[in-house]
């Protein structure tokens, strides 16, 4: 076999493959015993009819069309690894000449990885938010734990802000009632917002045994985003009752004794998310920095396949689980469908460039993932996944999806390892040390590198077909 790469762009090359006909033997071979399974020729035992025959009853065309389908993954790949080559998604095949007895020949256009230069990234700067906990923050994060504390008892008065009533719900849409839209004994507290837009207005005032009707647009079900008569019956009005704010009620929400030691574990906790964020704004703004000094051309077909994949989760997943559909989602967000297109692109684009630059810097630093570091984060995507540590594991291996996770965890080592070479300061001016946050935790390079670029990798473990 002969090979020559010519290269189309830089992210792009055409393979021209001339294989001596000699070499299809063993595809011949197979192409034969194929057919011979699958026909049935009077005199003959199935699976014994001569090669002859069946060159005289279905056509010589048949057994090579056959047996070139079989063979050209091969080739291409030998092709491929000849000429050391880093491919990306599935080639172009165009066969320019088959002679039987003689040669074959064939190309394949195939878009390949850039090569990239990675500049000297010590002098990124970055600025980041202080970490500053105010007593305002601690007193709300406070309040929040009384009200999941407080009681509730039943009154004989109209319904306030604050209250907790008992309702029962009626939807009904062109007149019809839904069937999803009936529901009684709902617990709803008057001001959350965590039922139908306008149901406030509808319920306070009311007492037990009163209802009102009113409008609002059905934000679930059957008739999502359709805009319904919904019959509220109010049942039960009660009072929250808050518990008082002292020692006995720090002892009742939590493992300490005095008020004093709560709102002191409140600013530990609160400086601790603060420290996290932090960090993650730290990795954001250096990634985008890093992405600035490095030229990354984008392969027109993966970016494609990357915008489509990003288009079909958000609409048949996301959005799904919602019933919401996208027309309907973009009026929410108050986006056009060019404004949503745009953005989408951008998004594939810098997922796109982040892997590209986080796997090259992987390759430059000859970083590697231990079996500990591969556990570890195997642990946290099992469980923003849902699943057991066991069940992920195994669905990771039954997709042949290892090398998946060995990537996002050595790219998310590349980005830490240009943020420790990074000068980061808050905006008091103060050099931000990242060293001391909790390792059992998901980095933010981790996170990065995993949700902004998983379409190459993809695109490269799809086996290459003809």
Excluded: C, W
């Excluded at 070139?68 to 092709?79: E, G, I, W």
């Excluded at 394949?108 to 906990?133: C, K, L, M, N, Q």
């Excluded at 907790?164 to 917002?193: C, F, H, Q, W």
């Amino acid at each position: 076999m002969k090979s020559a790469v010519e290269t189309l762009n830089p992210t792009r090359v055409r393979l021209s493959i001339e294989v001596p006909f000699e070499e299809l033997k063993d595809s011949l071979d197979a192409a034969y015993k194929k057919i011979n399974q699958q026909v049935t020729v009077k005199g003959f035992r199935k699976g014994k009819v001569p090669a002859r025959v069946i060159d005289q009853r279905f056509g010589r065309g048949a057994v090579l069309e056959e047996a070139v389908n079989d063979a050209l993954p091969k080739f291409y790949t030998d092709a491929v690894n000849e000429a050391e080559l880093n491919v990306l998604g599935q080639p172009e095949v165009d066969i320019t000449e088959l002679k039987d007895g003689e040669t074959l020949n064939f190309t394949a256009e195939v878009d390949i990885r850039p090569t990239i230069e990675i500049p000297d990234y010590s002098g990124i700067e970055v600025e980041v938010d202080a970490v500053e906990v105010s007593e305002e923050d601690i007193e709300k994060a406070v309040e929040q734990l009384r009200e999941r504390f407080a009681s509730t008892s039943p009154v004989e008065r109209a319904a306030e802000d604050g209250d907790v009533v008992t309702i029962d719900l009626e939807a009904k849409v062109d007149g019809e009632i839904l069937e999803d839209g009936v529901a009684e004994g709902v617990s709803y507290t008057i001001g959350s917002g965590e039922l139908l837009d306008g149901i406030d207005d509808a319920v306070k005032g009311l007492e037990a045994g009163g209802e009102a009707t009113f409008a609002s647009e059905l934000k679930g079900g059957s008739a999502a985003g359709k805009e319904a008569e919904v019959t509220v019956k109010v049942s039960q009005v009660a009072a929250r009752e808050l518990p008082a704010l002292d020692d006995e009620f720090a002892q009742l929400a939590s493992e300490f004794d005095t008020l004093e030691e709560l709102q002191a574990d409140s600013r530990k906790r609160l400086e601790n998310m603060k420290q996290y964020d932090q960090a993650t704004q730290a990795q954001e703004r250096v990634l985008e920095k890093l992405l600035e000094l490095v030229e990354v051309p984008v392969p027109e077909k993966l970016l494609e396949d990357e915008i489509n994949t990003r288009k079909h989760n958000l609409e048949h997943h996301q959005l799904g689980q919602m019933g919401l559909e996208l027309e309907k989602y973009l009026e929410i967000q108050g986006k056009t469908v060019e404004e949503f297109d745009a953005e989408t692109k951008e998004a594939a684009v810098k997922g796109i460039k982040t892997q590209f630059v986080l796997d090259e810097l992987v390759a430059k630093e000859k970083l590697n993932v231990n079996q500990e570091e591969l556990t570890e984060h195997l642990m946290r995507r099992a469980a923003s996944s849902g699943m057991s540590p066991d069940q992920f594991a195994q669905a990771v291996v039954q997709n042949n999806q290892v090398q998946l996770l060995v990537g996002e965890v050595a790219r998310g080592k590349a980005l830490a390892l240009v943020v420790e070479s990074s000068t980061v300061k808050d905006t008091n001016g103060e050099v931000v040390d990242l060293d001391d946050e909790d390792e059992t935790e998901e980095t933010p390079a981790e996170a990065e590198a995993t949700e902004e670029a998983p379409a190459a990798t993809e695109a490269e473990e799809k086996a290459p077909e003809a």
